[in-house]
């Protein structure tokens, strides 16, 4: 059975009650006047199609065992994070407050403005191109959006993106297997 948590508040300090909380050290301050206006879908499996363990909490902290596995080598020296996780079985874990920056999206632009890590929340979900998401992601998901709509309402339905969409080229998450149209059904409920 899946976890199912309830997402459906966030604090004056950017948190959502009721889900894990794992600080990840790679965060800033965002830009002063500015406003929270996209939200961003990836997707990460670490190692890649690996649903086991730990490893992306370790990676969005900086304490992956590069030993563990081949790939980490290539990944070794990268700084990232998300402000969400939403693991296969549901499990919601939020790395950074909403309102300070997370690293997410890296070199993006969004209809002509760079720097999209300066006014998006990044939302990963754990999979991969190859693979589908679970019920359960697109149900927690749903909820997390609606929840951060309400808190940030600039954050409308156009303005839910996926990392493909704002670096198109070089980033194809969260991947052909995402079911956007389940997520839009879903958010007009």
């Known amino acids: 059975m ?3 948590p309830t ?35 990836h997707s990460i499996s670490l190692p890649p199609g690996d649903y086991a363990g730990g490893d992306i909490e370790a990676f969005f902290c900086n304490k992956l ?12 020296d ?3 994070s998300a402000h969400f996780l939403i693991r296969r079985d549901g499990e ?29 929340i990044g939302i990963e979900l754990e999979g991969c191109d190859e693979d589908s998401f679970a019920n359960l992601q697109y149900a927690n ?5 609606k929840t951060l709509q309400g808190r940030y309402p600039g954050i ?24 956007w149209s389940r997520l839009k059904n879903q958010l007009e409920k």
């Open 7 to 41: 997402v459906n508040e966030i604090d004056s300090e950017g948190f959502v009650g009721n889900i894990r909380q794992i600080e990840s050290p790679n965060k800033d301050a965002r830009p002063k006047d500015v406003d929270i206006d996209l939200l961003i879908i």
């Open 141 to 145: 998901l749903s909820s997390l959006v």
């Open 92 to 120: 919601v874990i939020q790395f950074v407050s909403t309102e300070l920056r997370a690293w997410h999206a890296g070199k993006s632009e969004f209809f002509g403005k760079n720097r999209c890590n300066d006014f998006s």
């Open 65 to 76: 065992d590069v030993k563990k596995d081949p790939f980490y080598e290539s990944i070794k």
């Open 2 to 4: 899946g976890v199912k």
């Open 156 to 179: 409308t339905s156009e303005r839910v993106v996926g990392h493909s969409d704002v670096s198109p080229g070089r980033k194809t998450d969260p991947g052909p297997r995402f079911d």
């Open 78 to 80: 990268l700084r990232v």
